[in-house]
């Protein structure tokens, strides 16, 4: 986009706490325009291209703030595109009038893309911007990058795992930008997480999974109930496997995921070439024709090879009043659900769609119909919580026999994470006892309820107080070589020692990086190492108030006495630091600490 020169953006970043802000953050400066905003909104090519979250918070702004208020704002707003992140966001002016935004990131080049966005999108609305916004196609064209790139990168259990991190002080680290791959904890006590599913998974037990034929294999070679089902090709298949395994039946691709192509309760040769249609989109060739198994729809989660909750899921249903058409039910029941998205465990919004007009038409029901008053209205025949199905914990009523299914099919799957999806009557009435069926393996149970739920996987993964972190020394002086004292005393600890200082990285003594990165990413490729087992790190107070700190903290900080350390730099260094040490020598300064590292982790 072409602008004039004042009003281009600087941006960089702290990619740690700093005297700045207490937080990494993308930072972008700016010139604050002299004219109040001339819109109250957004137009309508940005209205009808952001999600409806970003549009509602956005047009709640004061657009009589100050400007860098409202960038931060549409900063904020933006990088919540996909789901809330409780990011932290400070603004500030510089002493010639300045606008300055600190936005905090868990992924710094979609954070950068969004200030800079954000920014883009307040001068619009300060009338600052092109003439014609609408046909601004080049920032149209970043928006919808942006919406992209925060799909890939992050989904809801990603999003609460971080936060329950964020809560507990365990580090994490995109372990390829760009990725969902996550590493929570440092160097020897890092994990690798892909939503809920980690390293501990594996690749053997997930293609199992994925292919609902097999796991069902797999379940009943154990000796546990799975359901009777045959593979069709073709619509005719379907039928001739329908007939033959009696209706009513169940028709899904053989591979997909969040209830995608899934048609329950199918009672009719035509009903079958519909939702064979359906399922074939999704999977073609591939899709399954199976027999109901009826009970209530259960999710049992195994984490860290126990099982950690159950939960049951129950389609959407409605009440009728005697004086509401089904359409308006639906919509009071969506009102009601919008206000409880705050809430944990919240149902998603109801959609109509084919799915559920077939749903009612099965009750002699169509959209316009008034429902007599008591009237409980089915809406869909798919329980899944993607599609707007309710939740309730049962963990207490789940009997001993299914709790040890669930851990023996984890086992068996080679799985640390799984949700089972299990039918029966009765949860707390044993498999052996009733008709039932485990009619799927998942290894990304997901989260009905995210908060707990994420701090019951990093629990499984970090138990009690531990955060996996490594052993780890901040050296702040005049030359980095300093540090390099620290080096062999950790090593006759037999650590594996990791080096970082603005010019160089070793682990063990061998070299990383021939070309120059900043000393924060240095820092980061130790510890994204599983054989790193403590880290030195050294800096000088110029490296400080330009990068803010190279790791959001450290167990002990040494200052050499001959650098004459800025207040501010002290400060930070005392709040990011478990012990800062300037005078006593470095033997005797680190004995005590490495008797209290010696059992990090245990």
């Known amino acids: 986009m072409n602008r004039p020169t004042k009003f281009v953006l600087e941006m960089r970043t702290l990619p740690g706490p700093s005297v700045l802000v207490p937080f990494a953050a993308v930072v972008a400066e700016f010139a604050v325009p002299a004219t109040p905003a001339a819109s109250m909104g957004l137009t309508e090519t940005f209205r009808v291209l952001l999600p409806e979250t970003v549009v509602a918070r956005v047009q709640a702004l004061n657009w009589r703030a100050p400007f860098e208020t409202l960038v931060a704002a549409m900063a904020q707003a933006l990088q919540d595109w996909h789901g809330v992140n409780d990011l932290p966001c400070r603004t500030a002016r510089t002493p010639s009038g300045r606008g300055l935004v600190f936005l905090g990131y868990n992924f710094e080049q979609t954070a950068a893309l969004a200030l800079e966005l954000g920014y883009e999108l307040a001068l619009v609305a300060y009338a600052q911007g092109p003439e014609a916004a609408d046909a601004n196609s080049a920032l149209t064209a970043r928006l919808a990058q942006l919406g992209a790139m925060m799909m890939l990168q992050q989904r809801d259990a990603d999003r609460s795992l971080i936060r329950a991190a964020r809560v507990r002080g365990i580090p994490f680290f995109p372990v390829a930008p760009g990725h969902r791959v996550l590493q929570y904890g440092q160097g020897k006590y890092g994990r690798h997480f892909i939503g809920t599913s980690n390293q501990c998974d594996s690749v053997t037990g997930a293609r199992l999974q994925y292919n609902k034929v097999f796991s069902n294999r797999l379940v009943r070679r154990l000796g546990f109930p799975g359901v009777e089902h045959g593979v069709a090709d073709i619509a ?14 169940v028709i899904k691709p053989i591979d997909s995921s969040e209830g995608r192509g899934v048609t329950a309760g199918i009672t009719s040769a035509e009903e079958v070439a519909v939702a064979f249609a359906k399922a074939n ?10 027999r109901l198994v009826h009970g209530d729809n259960f999710r049992l989660a195994v984490f860290g090879g126990r099982l950690a909750y159950v939960v049951l899921r129950s389609p959407p249903r409605l009440v009728g009043t005697g004086e509401h058409t089904v359409a308006e039910l639906i919509g009071i029941e969506n009102q009601r659900r919008s206000e409880a998205q705050t809430d944990v465990g919240a149902p998603k919004k109801l959609t109509v769609d084919a799915d559920m007009l077939s749903t009612l038409q099965k009750q002699n029901l169509g959209l316009n119909d008034r429902v007599p008053t008591g009237q409980v209205v089915t809406l869909r025949t798919v329980t899944n919580v993607s599609s707007g199905s309710t939740t309730v914990v049962v963990t207490e009523r789940l009997h001993p026999d299914n709790r040890e299914m669930a851990e023996a099919i984890a086992r068996c799957f080679r799985l640390d994470t799984v949700g089972i999806d299990f039918l029966t009557p009765d949860i707390a009435k044993s498999w052996r006892t009733v008709p039932c069926a ?16 994420a701090r019951l996987v990093l629990e499984r993964a970090f138990p009690g107080t531990f955060t996996g972190r490594i052993p780890s020394v901040l050296v702040v002086s005049v030359e980095p070589l300093r540090a390099q004292e620290v080096l062999p005393i950790l090593q006759r600890q037999k650590l594996t020692v990791g080096f970082a200082e603005c010019a160089s990285a070793s682990l063990g003594g061998q070299p990383r990086f021939i070309q120059q990165v900043r000393l924060a990413d240095r820092v980061v490729a130790l510890l994204l190492d599983p054989a790193c087992e403590a880290l030195v790190v050294a800096c000088m107070q110029d490296d400080i108030l330009r990068e803010g700190l190279p790791l959001d903290r450290c167990d002990v900080c040494m200052i050499d006495p001959q650098v004459k350390l800025l207040e501010s730099v002290r400060t930070l260094l005392t709040q990011c630091s478990s012990r800062v040490i300037t005078d006593a020598p470095i033997e005797t300064a680190l004995a005590q600490w490495l008797a209290e590292a010696a059992n990090c982790g245990a």
């Open 438 to 453: 485990v009619i799927e393996v998942n290894s990304q149970p997901g989260f009905s309820f995210p908060d707990w739920q």
């Open 281 to 290: 989109a999704v999977s073609p060739g591939r899709v399954i024709v199976e």
């Open 236 to 249: 005719d298949n379907a039928v001739r496997l329908a007939t033959h395994i009696g209706y009513p039946v």
